[in-house]
């Protein structure tokens, strides 16, 4: 027998790492393959599919919780993922408890286990909860981890990111977020799927209050005709999906300085609501849109107040970019924070008569006024959630203000919907609905309308 070296076997060994590595590595980078066609369908078509005997409950399962696993490996949209009991899957981001599941609040350290679910999740039915979906640091940080099923290039953005990459991977058919200032609203928009913000309610036990007089509950699904099939079937909390004819009024003071791809967007979805039966009209909203970077002071002074509360239970230090955004509240004086109070709750008392006095329904805007870019990963330490750049003429930041203050701000639901792609198919084209108190499935009835008229996007999983 040949003798062996000790550099033979140092040779062997690393070759023998590195292809165990590989092996327990096979496909932790690949994405998981064409989305299964059970999972392709509207939520309509299954139940159709299943009332006819065509598809089982068993069946469905079979495809679904496979792909689910798979999905979340190479997208990572899951604190905690299961398999499924109801055709119908669930997944509810970590800053809202569902018993059964710890609550992480986008920490590493933190957990706890609520014995009940939260308040949103009351009277929901033929649901099965899956999973609960990744989020940032306390709503407040950067960088969740998640990649984009549609558009690879894209952060999915927000802190109920995980809610939509969820969907948009096939891991979860709903989703249920919490949007402040837009965290459901811009991951919707930024993975091509829906997000509808509810209006305003007290009702958030069990949620991790980050701006209680802004916080409200989120929905993420594929499409808007899913969420309707949500209201009608499950439960979800919207309301009646009327269908109308609606009168709707398109936010001049959103068109000044949009970008052309975005302002295409806005007549493409102009043109389709038309198409559908609606009036479309320009408006001026006047007062509520001016005072949308103080809903950005609300939200960093109400963090600020709170800090030390959190700091009693906190396992762990908190990042940078959450810090910087907490730390902003510091500079929101309490003279501000009355003449911001008072002027929210002017203006929600005057609701109503705000529509009535526009002589619309709903409005429509982009969801942002510029086409989403691809961010570096290294800026996420030192950028912060909370844009309160102060100079000597005040808070100057126009473009990071953005258009999702106007419902938070004022209370109002809020629905955001693809209707294009921008620079090469690349990255994706989202408008926004404003609507009355309480009209939420109206904003639905609309969404729909246009997802008729102008028929599927095609997006699919990469």
């Known amino acids: 027998m040949s003798p062996v070296s000790i550099e033979s076997l140092e040779d062997t060994t690393e070759t023998g790492a590195r292809t165990a590595a590989r092996a327990f590595a096979a496909g932790w980078s690949r994405p998981p393959g064409p989305l299964p066609e059970p999972l392709r369908w509207s939520l309509r078509e299954r139940a159709a599919q299943l009332a006819r005997g065509a598809l089982t409950a068993a069946a469905f399962g079979a495809e679904a919780d496979p792909w689910a696993f798979a999905a979340d490996t190479h997208y990572r949209a899951c604190s905690e993922l299961r398999e499924g009991e109801s055709p119908v899957r669930l997944g509810v981001k970590d800053t809202v408890d569902v018993a059964g599941f710890a609550t992480r609040l986008g920490l590493r350290r933190h957990r706890h286990y609520p014995r009940r679910s939260a308040a949103p999740l009351t009277g929901l039915r033929g649901l099965s909860t899956v999973a609960k979906l990744v989020t940032t640091e306390l709503n407040l940080g950067i960088g969740s981890g998640c990649g984009n099923p549609y558009f690879p290039r894209l952060d999915p953005a927000g802190s109920s990111t995980g809610c939509g990459v969820a969907v948009a991977a096939g891991i979860c058919d709903l989703a249920l977020g919490t949007d402040v200032l837009g965290s459901v609203r811009w991951p919707a928009g930024r993975c091509g799927v829906v997000g509808l913000r509810l209006t305003h309610t007290d009702r958030l036990h069990g949620v991790f209050p980050l701006c209680p007089s802004m916080d409200a509950p989120g929905w993420v699904a594929r499409t808007a ?53 609606h009036a479309v009209t320009e408006v001026r909203v006047g007062e509520p849109w001016s005072w949308r970077s103080a809903a950005w002071e609300l939200c960093a002074r109400a963090a600020w107040d709170a800090l030390p509360q959190w700091r009693g239970w906190l396992a762990e230090d908190l990042g940078p970019a959450t810090e910087k955004a907490v730390a902003a509240g510091a500079d929101v ?45 290294a800026e996420d330490r030192t950028r912060s959630t909370i844009p309160l750049t102060r100079t000597r003429t005040g808070i100057d930041h126009e473009d990071d203000i953005g258009y999702t203050p106007l419902a938070s701000f004022t209370g109002l639901p809020a629905l955001t919907f693809p209707v294009a792609t921008a620079r090469d198919g690349v990255v994706p084209v989202a408008m926004q609905l404003v609507g009355r108190p309480h009209a939420d499935g109206e904003l639905v009835s609309l969404a729909r309308d246009a997802e008729r008229v102008r028929g599927p996007l095609g997006f699919a999983p990469r």
């Open 225 to 277: 005709d899913d969420l309707a099939y949500a209201a009608e079937h499950c439960g979800l909390p919207i309301g009646p999906v009327p269908a109308g004819p609606y009168r709707v009024g398109v936010v001049t003071e959103a068109l000044a300085t949009v970008e052309p791809e975005i302002l295409d967007g806005v007549r493409t979805t102009i043109e389709l609501l038309r198409t559908a039966g």
């Open 333 to 377: 004086t309490d003279a501000r924070l009355h003449e911001i109070v008072t002027a929210q709750h002017r203006l929600r008392v005057a609701n109503d008569g705000w529509f009535a006095g526009l002589g619309v329904d709903a409005l429509l805007l982009p969801l942002d006024p510029k086409v989403p870019v691809p961010r570096d990963p």
